[in-house]
Structure formats: C-alpha cells, structure tokens
Nanobody
C-alpha cells in the first residue's frame, strides 16, 4: 500500500553535507509522523530525528545542530539534511513514516563519511 524509496546517500568527506530523501508512494495517504534512524556496523539501530504530525522535531544529542528533518507534504517526501558530517555518522540510514496504513520503513541507504 505504501512504498518508500530512499535516496541521497553516498561517500562524503568529514565536514561535508548530504541530504537524504524518503519518498512515499502508493495509495492515497498523508504522512502523519516520520523519523530517521541509523545503524552503524556492529551497533544497534538508533533514533536520529523525528518529526511529529504537528511539526515538532526531536534530535539525538550527537546530531543536534547539524541535522535537520523536514517534509514536503505535496511530494509525500521526508528529508534529512546532514551538515558538518563526522566519521561517526557513518551508518546505514533508515526512514520511517506513519500513515493511516501504519508504520512503514525504508530499505536503508548507506552514508559513509571519510575522515
């Protein structure tokens, strides 16, 4: 019913920027809430940022001030702007959205930050 396609990952030098996109398609719906998570090699998946239905945002402490979560309702797309990237931001990033169909996860997209 809802498919998510993530894009925008890749290799970047420390201090650089990337913008991840998570485009949702399928049945008619709207995104109620959304989040980005990441999983580094050998570590558990962790929450990076969330965006509530009302527009409130929350960030993990290590990314606060560097990452920004946002969405474009017309495009049913959620973004994660990542600035001042550090080697420790290297991970597989997953988007997560909540719609009337429930919770959907993206397939994951790799971000590698070289120091």
């Amino acid at each position: 019913q809802v498919q998510l396609v993530e894009s925008g990952g890749g290799l970047v030098q420390a201090g650089g920027s990337l913008r991840l996109s998570c485009a949702a398609s399928g049945s008619t719906f709207s995104i109620n809430a959304a989040g980005w998570y990441r999983q580094a090699p050998g570590k558990q998946r962790e929450l990076v940022a969330t965006l509530s239905a009302g527009g409130s945002t929350m960030y993990q402490g290590s990314v606060k001030g560097r990452f920004t979560i946002s969405r474009d309702n017309a495009k049913n797309t959620v973004y994660l702007q990542m600035n001042s990237l550090k080697a420790e931001d290297t991970a597989l990033y997953y988007c997560n959205i909540v719609t009337r169909f429930g919770i959907q996860w993206g397939q994951g997209i790799r971000v590698t930050v070289s120091s």
